[in-house]
């Protein structure tokens, strides 16, 4: 079940919202909620997720009692975390590694038999993350291991960021879960969040998502210059508003639930680096692992060598993290490398050039990155490259009209705008238009009404509704 389908927005948000307002055990209500949620969608892999949040529970107590007693923590962190992270590479990684050493094996004369395949629970980067952070702080002494089974099961299986983030720290919400008040203040401000995502996701991103669907499958012979940069282009507005949507969606139920979450992106393609971009992308996994891998490496506190070393290494486990594909690996590596480049003289360089064209050299990065993470193999990624830069067109190259259509030109302005702060512009021009505060809140409610009412024909009408994070 994701947030973009009507099975979500009729049947199970209207069901938990009234259950959530009517009844007092209100962190049993969400549990509930989120236990139903993801076995809608993940049933088999249920028994998982119930064992990882029991075990953490565990070991949280564990953790704390240890410090409590002035005993070592440091056992049953080690092997709190051991567990975790062994868990997440059993399921996330066993496929990727075993195809890696068939590969590797067969042009040695080598037999690797084939093994079962593992399937990829739902959520399991997240939930997982989310079990680690909470186990990090308890050992740091940043928050109490938590008493309440129920809290800590409603922290890890809350539906809102279960499948897709934004990654919340335990100690960012533990009073929450305790303590909060549903307010009809917070309600509305969160209803509106959650419009404002479901329309970036349904009106934006599912209209760019299918071109550049169809050019990413195109083989590489019906490949032109034009329409390989047609699907980049695309591919890089339905990621920013698929993701970006979803976890606008996610911080808006978090109000409504009465949770304050993270803002997860801050306009990102308007950066002016690579490392102003990772500032503002997916700014709840970039605090995570600067915090619990960046700074344990030792962050910049050494040599520039071993700056860049960190630097590198959490790229490279970011582009992991992301997916078990060597597409993903290389993603990583890739902004991990510019990123230690910006660390040198290159970055002042750059910053004497003039804003348009640092926007332009960010945006290049970015968008050549992004073909290798929307590519199926590393060869796909090479040759899409290569046509973008007008080295391999194919002899029976497909015509560019063939993809563009009025709709897709509308979703490529509206989400390019969208993608700047052209929105805050927007309303304080219209501020000063409407000076009257009753007057302009009824404008914005009618503008709201109208995405939803949009949202929702589309939804009828059959739109293809992707949606990128299951892949990882």
């Known amino acids: 079940m994701v947030f973009s389908s009507i099975t979500f927005l009729f049947y199970f948000l209207p069901i938990f919202l009234l259950l959530y307002v009517l009844l007092p055990w209100r962190n049993a209500v969400l549990g509930l909620a989120s236990l139903l949620f993801y076995t809608w969608g ?72 084939p093994t079962q395949h593992v399937s990829l629970p739902l959520g399991i980067s997240f939930f997982i993350f989310h079990a680690i952070s909470y186990l990090v702080d308890i050992f740091r002494r940043k928050t109490a291991p938590e008493k309440s089974f129920i809290a800590l099961f409603t922290y890890i299986i809350m539906f809102p960021q279960l499948v897709a983030g934004p990654i919340v720290r335990f100690s960012s919400v533990a009073k929450q879960l305790h303590q909060r008040r549903f307010s009809w203040a917070r309600a509305d401000l969160g209803i509106r969040f959650f419009i404002l995502g479901l329309a970036q996701k349904i009106l934006l991103a599912n209209t760019v998502a299918l071109t550049a669907d169809q050019i990413f499958a195109l083989p590489a012979n019906a490949l032109s210059s034009g329409v390989a940069w047609l699907g980049a282009i695309c591919y890089t507005l339905q990621i920013y508003f698929d993701f970006g949507g979803y976890s606008l969606m996610a911080i808006g139920l978090g109000l409504v639930c009465g949770f304050s979450f993270p803002r997860n992106f801050n306009f990102p393609y308007v950066a002016q680096s690579v490392t102003e971009f990772w500032r503002r992308w997916h700014m709840s996994l970039s605090r995570w692992f600067r915090d619990y891998v960046y ?23 970011c582009g992991l993290w992301h997916g078990a594909n060597w597409t993903f690996v290389v993603w990583g590596m890739l902004h991990g490398v510019f990123l230690v480049v910006e660390r040198t003289g290159f970055a002042t360089w750059i910053a004497l050039w003039a804003r348009p064209f640092r926007h332009i050299y960010t945006l290049l990065v970015v968008v050549f990155a992004w073909v290798l993470f929307r590519a ?12 973008m830069l007008g080295a391999g067109n194919g002899d029976k ?11 897709l030109l509308l979703a490529l302005l509206i989400g390019s705008l969208l993608a700047t702060p052209f929105q805050k512009m927007a309303s304080q021009v219209l501020s000063r238009i409407v000076p009257q505060q009753k007057r302009l809140k009824t404008i914005e409610n009618l503008f709201l009404i109208g995405l939803f009412v949009l949202s929702m024909i589309s939804l009828a009408s059959g739109v293809y509704n992707p949606f990128i994070y299951f892949r990882f």
């Not at 949280?60 to 409590?68: T, V």
């Not at 199926?376 to 046509?387: C, G, P, Q, Y």
């Not at 497909?398 to 259509?405: D, G, K, Q």
């Open 295 to 317: 700074i344990p490496l030792g962050g910049n506190r050494g040599s520039s060598a071993r700056t860049a070393f960190n630097l590198f290494t959490v790229f490279f486990l």
């Open 42 to 113: 993940e049933p088999n892999n249920l028994p998982l997720l119930l064992i990882c949040i029991t075990a953490n529970y565990a070991f949280g107590r564990w953790i704390g009692w240890a410090q409590q007693t002035q005993q070592s923590a440091k056992f049953p962190f080690v092997l709190a975390i051991a567990f975790n992270l062994c868990g997440l590479a059993y399921y996330k990684y066993y496929n990727f590694v075993m195809d890696s050493l068939m590969q590797l094996a067969a042009p040695l004369g080598w037999v690797v038999e």
């Open 397 to 407: 190259a497909s015509s560019l009209a063939a993809f563009v259509s009025p709709s």
């Open 376 to 387: 199926d193999t590393i060869s796909h990624a090479w040759s899409f490259l290569t046509t």
